[in-house]
C-alpha cells in the first residue's frame, strides 16, 4: 500500500474515506435495530464505536490544524460550528417524533416519550430513560465530550502541548481497561472518543506519524484490517456480552478500529478508492440523518412488510435503508446543509469582526 507523507497529511481538510467509514458504520446500526438476531454475526452496535472513534479523530486533528495555522484554537467558532452542525437537525427530527406520537395509535409510547422529553431537550440522552428516539444516546455523550475536552485541551493544556498525547491515552485507557472489571463504565464511551483524539494527536506529531507509515506501508497493510475483521468477528460469535471476556474483546476491536482509521487516511489504494468513491461518500455524508431518522423509518415499513421469514426481513432491511435515506436526503437539503452553510458565515463574520478590532485596538490606544 502507498502511503502519503507527513508534508501531505497536514494539508488535509477533507477525508473521503472516513465518509466510507460512516457510511459502513450507519448501515451495520441499521442491521442491528431491523433484526438484531437474525444479523447477530455483524454485531451491528458496533456501529456506533466506530462512529466515536472517527468523530474524536476527525474533530481533534481539525482543531489542530487550527491551532497550527493560528497558534491558539477559537472555542467560541468551535462551539458555534458543532451547534449550528449538530442542533438543527436533532431538534427537526425531535419535533417529527412529538408529531408522531400524537397519533392516536402510538399513545402508549407517547407516555415514555414524556418521560425522556426533558434528557433530549438537556443534552442527557444517555441517560434517559428508555424510550423512543433512545438511539440518540450517543448524541449526549458527544456533546457533552466536546463541550469540555476543546476547553481542556486547548486551553488548560495550551502551554503544556508535550503533555497532551500522555493525558490523552491515559484518559482513553483507564475506562477501556476498568470497564470490563465493572468499573468506570458510564465513561467507557467518552474513552472510545478520547482514544480517536489521540489518534489524531499521535498523527499530527511528525515523529510517531512516520512510525504509523512505515508500519502500514509493510506488513500492516494487510495485519490492520485482517485484526479488525477478526475482531469483529469474535465479537459476533461470543454469546455472553456480560463477561468480563466479552469488555476486553471489546477493546481489542475499539484499538483495532483506530488502526484501521489511520489505514484509511494514511493509505492510497484501490480498497481505499472504493470507500472514497461517490456513492458511498454520499450515504456516509447523511449518515447523520439517516441515524436520527432510521428508527421513524423501520417502525413505517415494519408495518408493511412484517417480518415473519427471512426474506421479508432482508426486504425489510432494504426497504429501511432506502426509505432512512431518501428522508436523510430531504433534511440535508431543508435543514442540514443550509444550517451548517449558515454557521460558517455566522463564524466568518464574527471571526472578521474580531480580527477588524483586534487590528484597532492598538490605534486607539
Not at 101 to 109: E, G, I, S
Not at 234 to 249: A, E
Not at 262 to 283: D, E, F, N, T
Not at 291 to 320: D, E, G, M, N
Request: aromatic share 12%; hydrophobic share 50%; with cysteine.
Amino acid at each position: 500500500m502507498r502511503t502519503i507523507d507527513s508534508i501531505a497529511f497536514q494539508k488535509e481538510r477533507y477525508f473521503p474515506t472516513l465518509d466510507g467509514l460512516r457510511a459502513i458504520s450507519i448501515l451495520l446500526v441499521i442491521t442491528w435495530h431491523v433484526d438484531e438476531h437474525r444479523w447477530w454475526y455483524l454485531s451491528g452496535y458496533t456501529g456506533v464505536m466506530i462512529f466515536f472513534v472517527l468523530s474524536g479523530f476527525l474533530i481533534h486533528t481539525l482543531l489542530l490544524r487550527e491551532e497550527d495555522r493560528s497558534g491558539t484554537v477559537s472555542l467560541k467558532a468551535f462551539y458555534l460550528r458543532r451547534s449550528f452542525r449538530i442542533l438543527p437537525l436533532y431538534f427537526t427530527v425531535l419535533a417529527m417524533y412529538v408529531g408522531m406520537l400524537r397519533l392516536p395509535m402510538l399513545a402508549k409510547q407517547a407516555v415514555a416519550f414524556r418521560a425522556a422529553l426533558p434528557y433530549y431537550l438537556t443534552g442527557f440522552n444517555d441517560i434517559a430513560p428508555m424510550a423512543p428516539f433512545n438511539q440518540s444516546w450517543s448524541l449526549g455523550v458527544e456533546e457533552k465530550f466536546y463541550l469540555v475536552w476543546p476547553l481542556l485541551g486547548f486551553v488548560v493544556l495550551a502551554a503544556r502541548r508535550a503533555w497532551r498525547i500522555p493525558i490523552m491515552a491515559l484518559l482513553a485507557a483507564i475506562p477501556l481497561f476498568m470497564g470490563p472489571l465493572g468499573h468506570l463504565g458510564v465513561l467507557v464511551p467518552y474513552a472510545i472518543i478520547m482514544l480517536g483524539c489521540t489518534l489524531g494527536a499521535c498523527l499530527d506529531n511528525e515523529a510517531i506519524y512516520e512510525k504509523f507509515r512505515r508500519f502500514l506501508g509493510g506488513i500492516g497493510f494487510i495485519l490492520v484490517p485482517v485484526v479488525f475483521l477478526l475482531f469483529h468477528a469474535l465479537l459476533g460469535l461470543h454469546p455472553d456480552r456480560s463477561r468480563p471476556l466479552f469488555g476486553y474483546l471489546l477493546i481489542g476491536y475499539t484499538l483495532s478500529t483506530a488502526l484501521v482509521q489511520a489505514w484509511c487516511v494514511m493509505g492510497r489504494s484501490p480498497v481505499h478508492r472504493v470507500l472514497g468513491s461517490k456513492w458511498v461518500r454520499y450515504i456516509g455524508q447523511r449518515s447523520y440523518g439517516i441515524y436520527l431518522v432510521h428508527l421513524i423509518c423501520l417502525s413505517v415499513t415494519q408495518r408493511l412488510l412484517p417480518p415473519v421469514s427471512p426474506i421479508k426481513t432482508r426486504l425489510l432491511l432494504l426497504a429501511t435503508t432506502v426509505l432512512a435515506l431518501a428522508v436523510a436526503e430531504v433534511l440535508y437539503r431543508l435543514v442540514e446543509h443550509p444550517c451548517i452553510a449558515l454557521g460558517r458565515r455566522v463564524q466568518e463574520r464574527w471571526l472578521h469582526s474580531r480580527r477588524t478590532q483586534e487590528i484597532a485596538s492598538p490605534a486607539l490606544k
